[in-house]
């Protein structure tokens, strides 16, 4: 045999690193080309699942971004997750205000820095991955008065994942003014002691959340009854920490006056009241003046006519709530 011709070792070698080179980069490349075998309803399954958890099960990130001014970017930042509760051991049960801003984004591309960017924030802070998953969320608020909400495409095929919850609506609390028929004050003085007002329930601890009226965080309304008879509200409420008056303006989140539905500005006192005559804390109002739990307030109507008895009416005395309402969370993702 002739030897002379046969392969020495450095040839053996380069070869065999080729051949290596090559095949670490198919088995890198493999699992991008495989992609599209994978099952993908059980893909979609698991999405639709996640993204229904945290939006019933988890107030957010952080747990009142509800109340972030988004137009600055530090808030917008900040913002990490779209959860709806009201509160982290509260699942289920889902903030109506996070619902209204969940529900109402912009969809004109972001023009609109105030409120949520539809699809990217949507993509980003609730359903999470790269992979471009398109979305349909709807709910729908059982009883004969009950609302819907739905944001996301229609879906184009029936390959979908699908999750349906259902989940309880906490609306903001409110209180009823009505004079006093031997009133001798032109004015009704209302103690604002912000603590927590708790509301038992037969079936949920006092402590739960979704059984409070918290004046920080939530909305809070006082209906003016009974005011219809020719009585005017002769200036802008006024609020007092002490003896010093509390100012605020137009800008949310502030104080605002409602008669039968269009609001008071300052220029509109006196301002005769109807049936239909409001005043709405809007949610943080209390919390953008710096006051906390154990901060007290008096909150001061003046009107034209005797309508008081000069004696302070406590919050906690006549705060109320509404009953929970039921509805039904539907989450398509494809």
């Not at 970017?73 to 959860?83: E, M, Q, S, V, Y």
């Not at 105030?114 to 398109?134: A, M, N, T, V, W």
Request: glycine content about 8%.
């Amino acid at each position: 045999m002739n030897h002379e011709n046969g392969q020495i070792s450095i040839d053996f070698i380069i070869g065999f690193t080729i051949f290596m080179i090559a095949f670490i980069f198919v088995a890198t490349m493999i699992s991008g080309l495989l992609i599209n075998l994978q099952s993908q309803r059980i893909d979609y399954d698991a999405v639709a699942y996640r993204t229904g958890t945290v939006l019933v099960e988890d107030p957010g990130e952080p747990s009142e971004w509800n109340l972030l001014d988004l137009t600055k970017a530090a808030d917008r930042d900040n913002l990490k997750r779209l959860g709806l509760t009201v509160a982290r051991n509260s699942p289920g049960i889902l903030r109506e205000s996070k619902i209204e801003k969940f529900f109402n984004p912009d969809r004109g591309g972001c023009s609109d820095r105030s409120r949520l960017c539809y699809p990217s924030d949507y993509s980003q802070k609730l359903i999470f991955g790269d992979y471009p998953y398109s979305f349909n969320i709807s709910m729908r608020e059982l009883g004969p008065s009950g609302r819907t909400w739905a944001i996301g495409e229609i879906p184009s095929n029936n390959n979908t994942g699908y999750i349906r919850r259902v989940v309880s609506i906490k609306k903001p609390g409110y209180a009823d003014i009505s004079p006093v028929p031997a009133g001798s004050q032109n004015h009704i003085t209302i103690n604002m002691k912000i603590q927590t007002l708790f509301f038992p329930d037969p079936v949920s601890p006092s402590i739960d959340p979704a059984y409070q009226i918290d004046l920080i965080y939530e909305d809070f309304w006082i209906n003016l009854t009974g005011f219809s008879s020719g009585v005017n509200l002769t200036k802008k409420p006024e609020l007092f920490d002490g003896t010093t008056p509390v100012t605020y303006d137009e800008n949310y989140p502030t104080l605002r006056v409602f008669i039968d539905g269009v609001e008071i500005h300052e220029g509109d006192y006196p301002a005769l009241l109807t049936d239909d005559s409001k005043i709405h804390f809007e949610e943080g109002f209390l919390k953008s003046k710096g006051f906390h739990e154990s901060s007290e307030l008096d909150f001061i109507l003046t009107f034209d006519q005797p309508v008081g008895d000069g004696i302070a009416l406590n919050i906690a005395d006549i705060a109320k709530r509404y009953p929970l309402s039921e509805a039904i969370m539907e989450i398509r993702i494809w």
